[in-house]
T-cell receptor, first 116, second 113 residues
Framework: DAGVIQSPRHEVTEMGQEVTLRCKPISGHNSLFWYRQTMMRGLELLIYFNNNVPIDDSGMPEDRFSAKMPNASFSTLKIQPSEPRDSAVYFC??????????????FGPGTRLTVT | AQSVAQPEDQVNVAEGNPLTVKCTYSVSGNPYLFWYVQYPNRGLQFLLKYITGDNLVKGSYGFEAEFNKSQTSFHLKKPSALVSDSALYFCAVRDSGGFKTIFGAGTRLFVKA
């Protein structure tokens, strides 16, 4: 299994531009998470999908952030317009959850976003 | 509300010595507890978990953790540290009745040769 795949690995953009981050979860996993990691705030959960449905988006910073999961094998996180304070590493993670079988998350390599 | 605390920002240990990385938690129901490791420029990697059963849990790379319900702790341990264990370690907790996993701030482990 290739694990969780994220693209791009690095993104540098100017303030005001739209940024789209992409994630392919592990095949068979039914839960997907988007996190943001910074030195100041640590690891923050942005949004959680279960069976492609957004369950909790309370961690999304503001309306500039949006996330979609059109099918079980693809998700996007979009920032429009981007701001310098959005600079961070964004991780996608997936897990399989049913009953008490397994709750650990498998993380992708992350996308390092720099907004100038 | 659930929370997790890692009281040490950094732990230093000499290679070959035992290591402990501390974690305490707070949940309203039964806890699901996890340890993850992050190497530079990589995503978090699952090490081990406690869901139920034996309080001593064994995981990857020789790591183990002990669940202590009375002290609400889940400390990560390894009998003999390696230089290659140097990384950032995250403790995480999830309430058995919920879906959200809360991660600690992380503890940086330095193992000196």
């Amino acid at each position: 299994d290739a694990g969780v795949i994220q693209s791009p690995r690095h993104e540098v953009t100017e303030m005001g531009q739209e940024v789209t981050l992409r994630c392919k979860p592990i095949s068979g996993h039914n839960s997907l998470f988007w996190y943001r990691q910074t030195m100041m705030r640590g690891l923050e959960l942005l949004i959680y999908f279960n069976n492609n449905v957004p369950i909790d988006d309370s961690g999304m910073p503001e309306d500039r952030f949006s996330a979609k999961m059109p099918n079980a094998s693809f998700s996007t996180l979009k920032i429009q317009p981007s701001e310098p304070r959005d600079s961070a590493v964004y991780f996608c993670a997936s897990s399989f959850e049913r009953g008490r079988s397994s709750y650990e998350q498998y993380f992708g390599p992350g996308t390092r976003l720099t907004v100038t | 509300a659930q929370s997790v605390a890692q009281p040490e920002d950094q732990v230093n240990v000499a290679e070959g010595n035992p290591l402990t990385v501390k974690c305490t938690y707070s949940v309203s129901g039964n806890p699901y507890l996890f340890w993850y490791v992050q190497y530079p420029n990589r995503g978090l990697q699952f090490l081990l978990k406690y869901i139920t059963g034996d309080n001593l849990v064994k995981g990857s790379y020789g790591f183990e953790a002990e669940f202590n319900k009375s002290q609400t702790s889940f400390h990560l341990k390894k009998p003999s540290a390696l230089v290659s264990d140097s990384a950032l370690y995250f403790c995480a907790v999830r309430d058995s009745g919920g879906f959200k996993t809360i991660f600690g701030a992380g503890t940086r482990l330095f193992v000196k040769a």
